[in-house]
Every structure is written in C-alpha cells, then in structure tokens.
C-alpha cells in the first residue's frame, strides 16, 4: 500500500517508516479544537516524555520543563493569559502541557554531560543571557520532539503561542528558573476538522541546495 500524499516524489521508496506510523506522525496528524471525553492516563505523559527527551539537544542540555494541567481549577488560572480563540478549548481538552524552559539547565552537567560538564558550567554560569538563549532554543527543539510524541501515542495536539508569557510565568513559574515558551492541548479529537489541510510550502520554495 502506497503514501497517499501529493509530493513529486514517491515517499515510500525514502522513508524506512511503515506507512501507518508516517500517516499518524505527519500526514493524517491535524490540529484539533475540539475534544472527545477520552482521558490521558499519567502512564500516557510519561511514555510522551520518555520519546520527547531522546532527541536531541545542544550539550545534551534537555532545558524544557512541563507542567500538566489535569484539573478544571489549573485551567482557568491559565485561560486569562491566552487568546480568546484558544480559551474554550483549552478549559475543555482532556490535558494542557506547559512547556517551559530552565536556565539553570547548565548545572545540571555533571549529569547530562558529564566529559564535558566542568568547562561548560563555568563557561554559562557568569551569562544568564546565553544560557536563556540556549535554552529556549533547545527548548523549542524539545517541543517539537514533543508534539510527535504526543501524535505517537495516538493524541491530537494543538501547539500554542498566542500567549501572555508573563502572566503565565507570574502564575505558574514564580520563583522559579523557568520561562513558558508555548501551551499545547492534547487529547482525542472530537468533531472532525470541518477543513481541508492549509497549503504546505513547496520543496523548491523553501530549500537551496549550495
């Protein structure tokens, strides 16, 4: 059975995945904005972490830091801080992530990276400037790990950056080393997308090969 997918190339004779686990990562995957009533068992959050933190990252820094919302009174301290467009959703989905990231990720080196731990510790510990940019680079990295985890484990997300950072931070990150850089809503979809797929950029169009 061949991808069905509009490409100029023929995917199946590239790719070592089944084409199953190519529709469920890539191309069946859709934003959801409505949910079904399916729980996300904790056991599910931690196989979606267990893939998130294989891939990956500078140093092998792993800076994002999550925060499940599982409760309806979780919920409503975060949907002031998001777009009105997002709020319903976001109060009814079966799970929101907070995805954060630390920058306080170098001291934890010695774990991490430990070959390389003590000249990167003393190299970040004076630059609170380049260990934010490390990691919330890294971090974004790590969301995108996160997403195909999620989709990998048969849930539907819906990345979000239509946020008020601060007021999140305020909230649930006070006192802490971390900064928000994204909500996600995850669970089951509901009601099937009333849309077809928006455009995808060409090959041509989006690449130079030097």
């Known amino acids: 059975m061949s991808i069905a997918v509009a490409t100029e190339i023929d995917l199946n004779s590239q790719l070592v995945l089944d084409n199953e686990a190519v529709s469920t990562l890539f191309l069946d995957a859709r934003t959801a904005n409505s ?48 777009m009105d467009g997002n709020k319903e959703k976001t109060r009814t989905a079966p799970m929101v992530a907070i995805l954060s990231f630390t920058n306080e990720w170098h001291s934890l080196m010695p774990t991490t990276a430990p070959h390389m731990a003590g000249s990167l510790m003393e190299m970040f510990e004076g630059d609170l400037a380049g260990r934010n940019a490390m990691g919330s680079n890294n971090a974004h990295l790590q969301a995108g790990y996160f997403i195909m985890a999620a989709r990998a484990a048969g849930l539907t997300v819906g990345p979000m950056t239509g946020i008020n950072p601060a007021g999140i931070d305020a909230e649930f990150n006070a006192d802490s080393s971390h900064s928000v850089i994204m909500v996600v809503n995850l669970g089951k979809p509901g009601v099937p997308s009333d849309r077809d797929r928006l455009h995808r950029l060409d090959f041509d169009l989006a690449t130079v090969t030097l």
């Open 35 to 82: 949910w079904s009533d399916e729980e996300i068992s904790d056991e599910t959050l931690q196989a979606i972490y267990e893939l998130t933190k294989m891939g990956p990252t500078a140093f092998n820094s792993q800076p994002l830091r999550l925060t499940w919302l599982r409760s309806a009174e979780s919920r409503e301290r975060l949907v002031p801080h998001l």
